[in-house]
Structures are given as C-alpha cells and as structure tokens.
C-alpha cells in the first residue's frame, strides 16, 4: 500500500492591485483604509491611513478590478503590517473578510483570475556577463 504526499489546499489566491477602498472601523466609523494593495476572495492588504489593532472589526467597500460593481464585507484584522522590511509598502494592515455574499465571492474570483500575483512584482535581479554569455 503507497501513500501519497497531498498538498495543502490554498484557500485563496492573492493578486497585485491598486484599488480604491473604503475601510472604515465598525466603532467608530473612522476611515482607516483608502488602497488596496493586493486582494483575494478571502481578504485584502490595505494602506493604512492611521494606526490599527489585530483583531478590529471594519466594514469594507470596494469595486474589484474590472468591474463596476460595489463590494460590501464585513472584515477584521488579521495582521498590521508596520512597513520595516525591505519590499514593504509602509504601513498597511491584511484584513480578512467574513460574511461575504457568494455572488460577491464568486465575481471576485473572476475578476481576478489572470492577474499578476504580488510575488511576481518583485524586480528581477540584474544580468551579470555569464548571463549574457550563455544567451
């Protein structure tokens, strides 16, 4: 009897964005969020426009890329990004969505398969002379 190694089941996929948004706290209805940075059916990574905490709850508004249509989630957050490492973008916070309609999810998904994955916009690393010999 063979075993077979399975691999984990991504629940989402993340892509490369510039969007528009409106994260507001659920509070205090104060606008913490205005650019997303990258966005899947799950949640999203947003540009802070003030100081967050893990765990706050928001309501989140957005059109997905290619579409005219307003999204509306309830969100919290999952994680604040403080912008010290090399490649961040400052600082900005990954919220994740909960209570998202399927219809929502689903043309979320659409619009966003064959977008380019924010791994992918990392600058490609200069040629050196052996490169150019062996092309």
């Keep these: ?7 984990p089941v991504r629940r989402a996929f ?7 948004c409106q994260v507001v ?3 205090d209805f104060r606008l913490v969020g205005d650019l997303a940075l990258d966005l899947s059916t799950k ?10 905490l893990t765990g706050e709850e928001l309501l ?15 969100a919290t957050i999952a994680r ?3 912008g010290r490492r090399p490649g961040d973008t400052g600082l900005s916070f990954g ?7 399927r219809e929502h999810e689903g043309l979320l998904f ?9 791994d992918a916009m990392r600058p490609p690393r200069p040629l050196v002379a052996r490169d150019l010999r062996a092309a």
Excluded: K, Y
């Design 25 to 27: 706290r659920e509070h």
């Design 60 to 74: 989140v508004a957005f059109r997905p890329p290619r579409c005219n249509r307003w999204i509306d989630a309830h």
């Design 110 to 118: 659409e619009q966003l398969r064959g977008m380019v994955a924010p």
């Design 80 to 82: 604040v990004v403080h």
């Design 95 to 101: 919220i994740e969505f909960h209570g998202m309609e």
């Design 14 to 20: 993340r892509r490369f964005v510039r969007i528009d």
């Design 43 to 52: 949640g999203m990574l947003v540009r802070a426009r003030t100081r967050v």
């Design 1 to 7: 009897m063979s075993t077979v190694a399975l691999e």
